[in-house]
């Protein structure tokens, strides 16, 4: 049996996030040892939150974690997985049904995608650290940026802001199915956002809003929303959701990157740009720009080249995130009691499942595009 050969490259990945560990352990598997910065004290460091992975939104992939454990070797266990999603407006509720996706953890959780994916690295990770990206340009042939946001990006002149966002969120106990996650849009109460609640037990979820940082927006009282919101949610549930722990995000930069590589730099994760701005998950894309990002350092394939899709996806869920944001409660209210509609139901249900291979938010982007067009006219 051949002994795997171990190169000699000096590779510094700034962040342990799930971007980072998956750039790590591609490298390890091509003979690479990376040296992890990471400036807290444990992987996962930070509030417990939910999040879906759903297939439309990651096409062609059917199915995100069979095709990352089989093509790359990267190995998750999410939460569950999803089997109906119910969709509130502010007077209707629909939903899709059928095999959608999965949810998962992040966070101090001993499940999340951090904990998991750290188990899977055998390089050291620095923690507390406190270097600086122009610290490790200096020492290290390679360095990848995976520091969760977009900051390092924004300051080298290597990404385009397209809108900042007000995030809140808590730990809620109550009755959940696991496998059924909720989403609201009701602009009442949380102009041009949303909120969701995902379960990650039978007695623990998830209940979160964000909204765009629009003018009319920000003169508005965060708690005040949150009060509301949570209100319609209770009621949406027919229950009394108990918070037990609570987190805030202002002003959080959703964007992307003009290139994925500059020289020898490699922006990867959030610093990449791999939050969709239509619902605002991203972890599948970040998983893939770790992996991506390794590959061209091992220089097996182009990172620019394979993350072209990843920019085209982007442009996409950004479309759908301005269509969202042009509707009224009462087209949003049209939209979602459709979702119910027999003929409807069966077709979006079918487009939606892991099986298929449409890619429903590329093709639907065109019309998309024309009707946020017409509306900005009428403006």
Known sequence: MLKKVVFKMEV??????????????TLEQNGIIPTIFEKRSSVGDRFVNAEGMFSILNRPTKDCIPYISENYNINLKPIVDVDKLFIHSKNEIGTINGKIGCTNVRGRHEDSYESQLEKQVKSKINFNSTYEYTELCKNFEHVVLATGDGDYASHLGNYNC????????????????????????????????????????????????????????????????????????CKSLDQNLKITDNFEVTRYIMGICNKAKIDNTYFVGNCFGTISPGLGFGQYTSILTGVYSAFGICGSESYDKLAKPLFENYNHSLVFRRFLESLTDEQMDFQIKNLDNKIIDSLVDKACNHNSSVDLLKLSTPMMRLWNNYKEFKK
Request: some cysteine.
């Open 12 to 25: 510094a990945i700034m962040g342990a996030g799930i971007s980072g560990l998956s750039c790590a352990i």
């Open 162 to 233: 397209n809108l900042t966002c007000t995030i809140k969120g808590a730990t809620v106990q109550g009755n959940f199915v696991t496998s059924n996650p909720h989403v609201w849009f009701n602009y009442e109460i949380l102009p041009k956002g949303y909120g969701w609640l995902i379960p990650f037990s039978e007695k623990e979820a998830n209940l979160v809003i964000a909204y765009p940082d629009y003018p009319d927006n920000i003169r508005l009282d965060l708690n005040d929303i949150w009060e509301k919101f949570n209100n319609f949610a």
